[in-house]
């Protein structure tokens, strides 16, 4: 058990460090003769028109928030679905009733024109 | 110093230094970020307690989830990439002297614990920590009902938070 | 497994009070918004000690850290969604200049 | 144990007895074995991931009726290595305005989310990297830091349509994350484990593909979509948003974005074959030997990423309202659905013969779908009689 986790940790961390050697190797051995045309942004060979920062659609917002409680349940729905072989009929009839709230959230948005692209 | 104790005292430097860089960095941005690096700190602190499920679990709920909201809220509140202004209140000293106080009076409560110094027990290894998890989560003599109120009030968060951040469409 | 609760407990204390920090100095909503996370996390940090340092076999304290994720999920919901809606109408997401309900 | 039936444990134990001979405590030398497995499995799948752009540029060729790389070594084997000559030596540019740390994390962050899922993933028996009792959620997770990985390279670079390309990629992993967790939790709940290896000695019955269809079908458009491949490639939008969150970046690092791309597509087609087409089992074959294990696993892996290239060449572009609507408006709930007939089924059948709750999950999953094809249909007839009545024909 533990020893998994040492596992997984030394992978994180080696895992991290990999692919900085080719960007170090990179480095040693590119060219490097930056010039300001050179350096500033890209955007179609054009100069750069206006603002860098751009306001945003809040539709974005509006899926990651419904993405935010998702993501949730669906986490919330593991231990049950591990549990679930030991467990008498009616607790998997629990699953399903949490799984019905979910839904109705999904049914509030979408009825309210949330999901639209508008 | 064994292993974990390493293990422990690095990942308490990332939580601590990530957490303060968190409260006092000026960009916004930043900040969210180096909240995901804090809270990665705790997920490693989760391993080492052997709460594996709750380990990824953080990961997936904060680094995935409320950490990109942040990032899509700082990024909709903004009218330019570079913060300006001052980022902390005027009274910034007084809070810091609050923090330092509550900080002062907690460590004190917790060395005044009885048996605080102890050590874990070991978890036998037949023991599956997320198969308990999960009967505990569901099975009625234990938890079932916060289970179900969590989905109620998950429901609720999606409903009011739809509904204010979407604006009354009526104008 | 050798290190001692009280070193959790610390941890756990000190970034409460740097949530707490954040939360009070901040003038950016988001940003306090940011220190609450913190000190969510906190708590967790020290349900999950408790749990392993107490009684593992005993599922209460990862049942309420996993209560908590909700509680942190819908709380970010529902304050991230209610700056976005203050900042639509007065342009600003300073906490100090949101001030329509003063009674 | 010997070197064909447990070829890690033998190598293991054979490097443990040389390093406490040299001297090294046992801790001390455990810790020395996992990294070099580590070192091992990472290196190992990096270095298929620059085989893999060989494959990727042959089998575009051939759908695309050209011939493809040939000039350099036997097929144009060599090719690969070219590329990443030429990458290691293109000027790196950098962005003045952009957020030089943040940028140059990015990339790196990446391609690690990648070779993060390898950790976890069952070559054979008894190959593989750790067996985690949290495994589907670790796939997850490791998802996760990838889309915080576009995210943060599209905002650093400081380019509005790196910004934008980012925006509407992330929009789209975060959205079809969820029918792939959910999912997920169809295999989870028949094996009775997360752990990976549990999911596939679970199989040695009946693959889940038969009891699921329709849950592997989901999971791979989810997978492709999470990939930000075609038809899910708006991210890359060339025609609207030039190329996306990663516009400005050069050299190396691009290359690095790109081998994690090629990595993840084949990492998935893996995660498709593990979690649906019984892993590393074929028919009793695997028990010949761990090698023809992971000669099996590598070539169902191969297959899966060869259907996603399959897709990707096929289709065309998705707009991003159409692609978040399919997946709100259909994927999902088909997604949750599904698993509560899956799971209730599960309970239901349990004492009966294996064949049985094959056969009758095969013909629900079949009903479903024939049930939403039709639904779809009533729809869409809806739909095109609406637009007849706002313009009758011969106005368009």
């Not at chain 3, 996993?66 to 942190?72: D, H, K, R, T, W």
């Not at chain 4, 490097?15 to 990294?35: H, P, V």
């Not at chain 4, 939403?372 to 009545?389: M, N, W």
Request: charge should be neutral; aromatic fraction near 12%.
């Amino acid at each position: 058990m533990e020893s998994d986790w040492l596992y997984i940790g030394l992978f994180l961390v080696v895992g991290l460090i990999i692919p900085i050697v080719p960007l170090i190797l990179s480095r040693l051995v590119a060219p490097h003769k930056p010039n300001p045309i050179k350096q500033s942004t890209y955007e179609c060979g054009l100069e750069t028109v206006g603002e860098s920062w751009v306001q945003f659609k809040a539709q974005y917002y509006i899926f990651a928030l419904v993405f935010l409680v998702f993501d949730v349940e669906t986490v919330f729905l593991f231990p049950w679905a591990l549990a679930l072989g030991q467990l008498p009929l009616f607790v998997v009839l629990e699953g399903v009733l949490f799984i019905g709230i979910l839904v109705a959230g999904l049914v509030y948005a979408w009825r309210k024109g949330m999901l639209e692209w508008a | 110093m064994t292993a974990s104790q390493i293990v422990f005292l690095l990942s308490a430097a990332l939580i601590i230094g990530s957490a303060l860089m968190v409260v006092t960095t000026r960009k916004l941005v930043h900040a969210a970020l180096w909240l995901v690096a804090a809270l990665f700190g705790v997920a490693i602190l989760y391993g080492l307690l052997e709460a594996g499920f709750l380990a990824v679990v953080q990961v997936v709920v904060y680094i995935g989830a409320i950490a990109i909201l942040f990032i899509f809220a700082v990024m909709l509140t903004r009218k330019e990439m570079r913060d300006t202004g001052p980022q902390t209140r005027r009274s910034w000293p007084l809070a810091a002297l609050l923090g330092l106080l509550v900080l002062a009076g907690l460590v004190f409560l917790v060395l005044d614990m009885p048996d605080v110094a102890r050590t874990a027990v070991e978890i036998p290894a037949e023991v599956d920590t997320v198969g308990a998890l999960g009967q505990a989560l569901v099975s009625p003599e234990a938890y079932a009902l916060p289970f179900e109120v969590a989905s109620v009030l998950l429901l609720a968060a999606l409903i009011g938070a739809v509904y204010i951040a979407s604006g009354q469409k009526k104008e | 497994m050798n290190i001692p609760l009280s070193w959790y407990l610390i941890l756990a204390a000190s970034l409460f009070c740097i949530g707490l920090y954040g939360v009070l100095s901040r003038r950016n909503a988001i940003a306090i918004l940011l220190g609450v996370e913190l000190m969510l996390n906190a708590v967790n940090i020290n349900l999950v000690a408790f749990w392993r340092y107490l009684d593992p076999a005993q599922m209460g304290g990862q049942v309420f850290a996993i209560i908590v994720f909700a509680v942190a999920a819908a709380e970010v919901a529902v304050g991230l969604a209610l700056i976005i809606s203050v900042y639509r109408s007065r342009k600003s997401v300073v906490a100090d200049d949101i001030d329509l309900m003063k009674w | 144990m010997n070197l064909w039936n447990d070829p890690i444990n033998f190598i293991a134990g054979w490097l443990r007895a040389l390093l406490t001979g040299w001297g090294l405590s046992l801790d001390l030398a455990k810790i020395f074995i996992m990294l070099v497995g580590v070192g091992v499995l990472i290196v190992g799948s990096l270095v298929l991931a620059i085989f893999l752009v060989w494959v990727e540029r042959k089998v575009v060729a051939r759908f695309q009726d050209r011939v493809g790389p040939n000039r350099i070594g036997p097929y144009g084997l060599i090719q690969p290595f070219a590329d990443i000559i030429k990458l290691i030596i293109k000027e790196d540019i950098t962005p003045t305005t952009a957020d030089k740390v943040i940028y140059n994390l990015a990339p790196v962050l990446a391609l690690a989310s990648v070779l993060f899922l390898w950790a976890v993933l069952p070559l054979a028996s008894n190959i593989y990297g750790v067996d985690l009792n949290v495994a589907a959620l670790y796939l997850v997770a490791a998802g996760a830091l990838g889309t915080l990985a576009i995210i943060m390279g599209g905002w650093a670079s400081n380019n509005k349509y790196a910004l934008l390309g980012a925006f509407r990629m992330v929009a789209t992993m975060i959205s079809y994350e969820i029918p792939m967790v959910v999912v997920l939790l169809i295999p989870t709940l028949l094996a009775g484990t997360m752990s990976f290896r549990g999911i596939v000695e679970s199989q040695a019955g009946a693959w889940y593909v038969l009891m699921a269809p329709l849950a592997m079908l989901i999971f791979l458009i989810s997978a492709v979509a999470e990939l930000g491949r075609a038809p899910f490639d708006l991210n890359e939008a060339e025609s609207e948003i030039i190329a996306g969150f990663h516009i400005e970046y050069t050299g190396m690092k691009f290359g690095l974005f790109y081998a994690g791309e090629l990595l993840h597509a084949f990492t998935f087609g893996g995660f498709v074959a593990l979690l649906f087409f019984g892993g590393y089992q074929f028919f009793g074959l695997e028990k010949l030997g761990p090698l023809v294990a992971v000669t099996i696993f590598l070539a169902k892996a191969m297959f899966g990423y060869w259907v996603i290239m399959w897709i990707k060449y096929t289709m065309p572009r998705i707009r991003i309202d159409h692609l978040l609507a399919f997946n709100w408006k259909f994927l999902t709930p088909l997604a949750l659905i599904l698993l509560v007939v899956t799971a209730l089924l599960h309970k239901l059948l349990a004492g009966l013969p294996l064949w049985g709750i094959t056969l009758i999950m095969f013909l629900t999953n079949v009903l479903i779908a024939w049930v939403t094809v039709e639904i779809l249909r009533a729809y869409g007839r809806k739909q095109r009689q609406a637009e007849e009545v706002l313009a009758p024909a011969g106005q368009h």
